[in-house]
C-alpha cells in the first residue's frame, strides 16, 4: 500500500516536472527570433495546445492565418475537420496534444523552408516530443511526416496509416485534414487513418514496448 503511494507521488511529481518544463520552453518561444519568420509578418508564436499527458500527439506543418491570430494550433477549417475526425474515434482536443512543425505562420502560407525547419524543431518540438513522452505521434502530411521520420520527403500514399518505431513511440503518418478539404476524395482515407490510430491506441501492452508490427523505416525505401 505504501509502495503504491510512493509510485503514484513519483507520478504526479513526474507529470508537474513535465508540464513545468513545457511551460517554461512555451514562454521562452514567445519572443523567439531564431529563424526569418519571425520578421515575416507572424502575430504570436504557436506553440502548442492540449494534454501535456497525452499518449497521442499530432504535428501539423505550421500554423495559418487563424492560428496565427488566436495562438492556438488547428482553429481554421482544417482544424474543424480535425476536432470531427477526432471526436469520430472518441477523442476530444482536450485529450490530445497538437502542435506544428514550425511555430510561426509563414508569409502567404508558404512551405516552411528547411532552415527555418531545422532551427524551429531543434529548438522547440524534438523538447515538445521528449516531454509529453506520447505513445503515437500522429504526423500530418509530408512535412511534419519526413521530419519526425527524419527523412528528405515521403510519399503519404505510400506510409498513411501505417505505424513506425522510433525513439520509445510509434510514428504514425497521416494525410493532413487540409488535403481533404481540397479534395473529398482524401476524406475517405484520412478517417480510415484515424480508425487505425484508434486501433493502434486501444491496443493492450505499451504501445512503446510492442515490437510486433515494428517497421524498420530505413528499409522501407519510402522514396
Ligand atoms: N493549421 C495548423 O495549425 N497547422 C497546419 O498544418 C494547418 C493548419
Same mark, same amino acid.
Given at each position: ?19 513545468? *518544463? ?9 519572443? =523567439?527570433?531564431? +529563424?526569418?519568420?519571425a ?9 502548442g495546445?492540449?494534454? &501535456?499527458d497525452?499518449?497521442i500527439?499530432?504535428?501539423?506543418? $505550421? ?8 495562438? !492556438? ?7 474543424? #475537420? ?11 482536443? &482536450? ?7 514550425? !511555430? =510561426? %505562420? ?6 516552411p523552408?528547411?532552415?527555418e525547419?531545422?532551427? +524551429?524543431?531543434? &529548438?522547440? #518540438? ?11 505521434? /500522429? ?20 506510409v ?24 473529398? /476524395?482524401?476524406?475517405e482515407?484520412? /478517417?480510415?487513418?484515424?480508425? *487505425? ?10 504501445? %512503446? ?5 515494428e ?5 522501407? $525505401? #519510402?522514396?
Amino acid at each position: 500500500m505504501q509502495r503504491l503511494f510512493k509510485y503514484k507521488l513519483l507520478y504526479l511529481w513526474e507529470i508537474g516536472d513535465r508540464m513545468t *518544463k513545457l511551460t517554461s520552453l512555451a514562454e521562452s518561444s514567445r519572443g =523567439c527570433e531564431l +529563424c526569418p519568420l519571425a520578421k515575416q509578418g507572424r502575430t504570436q508564436v504557436v506553440f502548442g495546445d492540449g494534454n &501535456e499527458d497525452a499518449d497521442i500527439m499530432f504535428i501539423g506543418e $505550421g500554423p495559418g492565418f487563424y492560428e496565427d491570430k488566436q495562438g !492556438k494550433p488547428f482553429v481554421g477549417a482544417a482544424g474543424k #475537420l480535425l476536432t470531427q475526425l477526432l471526436e469520430s474515434i472518441g477523442l476530444r482536443r &482536450e485529450d490530445v496534444y497538437i502542435t506544428n512543425v514550425v !511555430k =510561426c %505562420r509563414p508569409p502567404q502560407n508558404r512551405d516552411p523552408k528547411p532552415e527555418e525547419i531545422e532551427v +524551429c524543431t531543434n &529548438e522547440y #518540438l524534438f523538447m515538445q516530443v521528449q516531454e509529453i513522452e506520447p505513445k503515437i505521434v /500522429a504526423t500530418l502530411g509530408r512535412f511534419a511526416s519526413a521530419v519526425i521520420l527524419g527523412l528528405k520527403d515521403v510519399s503519404m500514399g505510400r506510409v498513411h496509416g501505417q505505424k513506425f518505431k522510433k525513439d520509445g513511440y510509434f510514428v504514425v503518418p497521416i494525410y493532413h485534414p487540409a488535403a481533404a478539404l481540397h479534395s473529398r /476524395a482524401n476524406l475517405e482515407p484520412l /478517417a480510415e487513418d484515424f480508425k *487505425k490510430l484508434k486501433e493502434y491506441l486501444e491496443e493492450k501492452s505499451e504501445v %512503446r514496448a510492442e515490437v510486433s508490427q515494428e517497421v524498420e523505416v530505413e528499409q522501407m $525505401g #519510402l522514396f
